[in-house]
Structures are given as structure tokens and as C-alpha cells.
């Protein structure tokens, strides 16, 4: 089990950055993989960015080139920098820490990003 905490999320003009930060209960080492995901307005949830325990990263094609997840293992933090902002990128985002072996996700409970003049 593990209790995660979004942060980082605000309003922001198109072009602009922000940096998410999530921050674990626990080792993030022993976690399979951190991601993110997010849900716009009237849309489904979809997968942002993931990282796994080998360090191995794979994004979105709506963010490919703009967004880059890392961690901080001392921390237990794992990060989501987003730059080139644009209005599509509003939504909440969520850290989700994926269990492979037993098929468990936890999820946070979001931040709100906000792109717009």
C-alpha cells in the first residue's frame, strides 16, 4: 500500500511550465512503475507519462517532446515537468503507483493544471 500526494498544479499562460511533484508513503524503488495520468473536462482519463523501477520512461504522443517525468529516489518523489503548455493540456493530473505482479494501482488525488490567457 502507499499513500501519494500531488503538488504543483496552478494556473498558467499557454507556452509557459509548470513541475508536478508526487510524493510516496514509501520506497518508490519498490513500486513497478509511477505514472501519470490526467482527465480534461468531459473526457476519459488518459495515461501522461510513466516511469518504471528500471528507469525506463515512455510518453503520450499529445506530450512526446513537451513533458518529462523523472524521480528522486532519496525523496521519494517522482516529477512531471511540462513545458510548451497549451489550452489542451487543462485537466487534473494524478500520480498512480502500479503494482504489476498483484494488478494493484494507487492513485492520488489530483491537481489541477490550468492553461489559459
Known amino acids: 500500500q502507499v499513500q501519494l500526494v500531488e503538488s504543483g498544479g496552478g494556473l498558467v499562460q499557454p507556452g509557459g511550465s509548470l513541475r508536478l511533484s508526487c510524493a510516496a508513503s514509501?520506497?518508490?524503488?519498490?513500486?513497478?512503475?509511477m505514472a501519470w495520468y490526467r482527465q480534461g473536462s468531459g473526457l476519459k482519463r488518459e495515461s501522461v507519462a510513466t516511469?518504471?523501477?528500471?528507469?525506463?520512461?515512455t510518453y503520450s504522443a499529445s506530450v512526446k517532446g513537451r513533458f518529462t517525468i523523472s524521480r528522486d529516489h532519496a525523496k521519494n518523489t517522482v516529477y512531471l515537468q511540462m513545458n510548451s503548455l497549451k489550452p489542451e493540456d487543462t485537466a487534473v493530473y494524478y500520480c498512480?503507483?502500479?503494482?504489476?505482479?498483484?494488478?494493484?494501482?494507487?492513485w492520488g488525488k489530483g491537481t489541477l493544471v490550468t492553461v489559459s490567457s
Open positions: 514509501r520506497n518508490i524503488s519498490s513500486i513497478n512503475a
Open positions: 498512480v503507483a502500479q503494482f504489476l505482479r498483484v494488478h494493484m494501482d494507487y
Open positions: 516511469i518504471t523501477s528500471g528507469g525506463t520512461t
